[in-house]
């Protein structure tokens, strides 16, 4: 036996391993144990098959507060699986011990065939009880036995050698350390790193004591955050800018059409909200030609957060100062009624399908678990609860779950990226989240982790097929529904209207003039 288990192997494990290994292995099988304590081995080595029985304890932690620690377990297991199948056994391997030396109350129905170094089973046991251990040391006492059984279970049904419960071990704990020590430099990496560039500065008018000025407050953006009134502060340092506080029923448009009709038209356009409320405003400047002055007073305010505005005195004092850059925008563009189009000028990103429902979703519990636990959440909540849509896009028909377009490219390549880093790219940043084999499955776990993740999830058995996300870059994009209307969203707002017969978006570099301050 000795003599031709490891013929397979490129590197070959040195002589006293192989013997103490069938040493062991004699031991294991002499011992007499009963058949309820054989069934128990089996069953237990069989639960940890393909990571089940870490997914389900997952389940658990999440529902008992812990999302941090089981998404640190599931990670570590993610990535000593994919050492321990694709580089261990390929690189050591080796046979697995022989049927006839095993009791048959042992063996497992189904023997495995892949090679024998390392234990895959014990490598992901090991690695998820010892990453959720570096989230909840607590958590991670209370599974070291669960981890350690898995690991004897390999021994008792005659599956693995005990150098490859070892290996497998070895590579499960390294691999729980390596992604903690990974994650702490990148958060360093991060903290430390120079702030995001973004478009080149340009002059924009000074208006005196604001005159010229037609600004636009929305008081119900961000409501009970405690943002700030801009009202004070604007009667403070520009008084003669002209403010109107937005009523429920008023129209955006109207107003600054009003206001461009009179006799002093404004010089400059201004408002303060969310979002939602400044992708309306900069569309009528847009429309105009005038430069646009946002004040941030919405939940999160990510376009303002680009534009390096992160207050509202920020943002008064480069209006002050004259100082702005020249971004870029998106048209967005649906057939209305009578053969007309209806156009929107989109700030951020724009979506179809499930995405804008998983975004919502995911911010519910960010506060209480952070993003990326939130992500795991919403993606099985809402992939559990939708089906997936069937689109035309640039014309070729595919089944989806939703269409991501971001204005200039974001950050990370997932369906659900958080980052914007520029704003004078010159394209769209589309991400496809596909419907394709297993997609309820597949799709949670492309929303919730990313492109990476699902690039490894791809080449496992149970799970194999085509990237979920499909991710490019361009200056256009049409998007067609085929069946049911999936409805779109844009900046943070989901639209009441339907294009039934589809929409398009185009890049329109530096189209709109926003004021911000030279040094972000």
Known sequence: MSASRRRRSLFALPGTVVR????????INHRT???????????????????????????????LGKPKAALRGVASLGLASLVANVVGKTLVGGDR??????PVSRRLDRSPTS??????????AVAFAAGVALESPSAGAALAPLAAGVGY???????????????????????????????????SARRSAAPAPTAETIDLPVLPRGAGA??????????????????????????????????????????????????????????????????????EARLAGLPLLVLPGGTFN?????????????????????????????????????????????????????????????EKYEGRWGKPAAAVIAAIRVVRSTSPIEVEIDGRTRSIWSVFVGIDRYYPVAVAPIERRRLDDGLLDVRILSA?????????????????????????????????????????????????DPGYAHDGEASVETPGEGLELRILPAALEVYSPREP
């Open 436 to 484: 394709g084999p297993k997609p309820k499955t597949r799709g949670a776990v492309a929303l919730a982790f990313g492109g990476r993740t699902d690039a490894f999830v791809a080449r496992l058995p149970f799970l194999q097929g085509p990237p979920a996300i499909d991710a490019f870059t361009g200056d256009g994009l049409s998007v067609r529904a085929c069946d049911v």
């Open 115 to 124: 090679p024998s170094f390392p234990s895959g089973h014990t490598a992901s």
């Open 97 to 102: 011990p022989a049927l006839t030396s095993i």
């Open 20 to 27: 103490a290994d069938e040493a062991v292995a004699r031991r």
């Open 153 to 187: 279970s390999r021994l008792h049904t005659g599956a693995h050698w005990f150098s490859d419960v070892a290996g497998g071990a070895a590579i499960g704990a390294g691999a729980a350390l390596l992604l903690k020590t990974a994650t702490r430099l990148l958060r």
């Open 214 to 283: 037609f600004i636009v407050v929305n008081p119900s953006s961000g409501a009970g955050l405690g943002r700030p009134d801009p009202r004070p502060l604007l009667a403070e340092r520009f008084p003669e800018a002209r403010v109107h506080e937005l009523q429920e029923g008023d129209d955006i448009a109207a107003l600054v059409q009003e206001q461009l009709d009179s006799a002093e038209p404004p010089r400059v356009l201004g408002i303060s909200g969310g979002d939602g409320t400044v992708s309306a405003m900069a569309h």
């Open 33 to 63: 144990t009963g058949p309820r304590a054989d069934g128990f081995w089996r069953l237990l080595s069989g639960a940890a098959d393909h990571g089940k029985l870490w997914f389900a304890v997952a389940a658990v932690l999440v529902a």
């Open 302 to 362: 990510h376009f303002a957060k680009a534009a390096a505005l992160e207050s509202i005195e920020t943002a008064l004092d480069a209006f002050e100062a004259g100082s702005g850059r020249r971004v870029d925008v998106a048209e967005l563009r649906f057939p209305a009624g009578g053969g007309d189009a209806v156009t929107r000028t989109v700030l951020n990103t724009a979506s179809v399908g499930l995405y804008p429902a998983f975004v919502a979703e995911r």
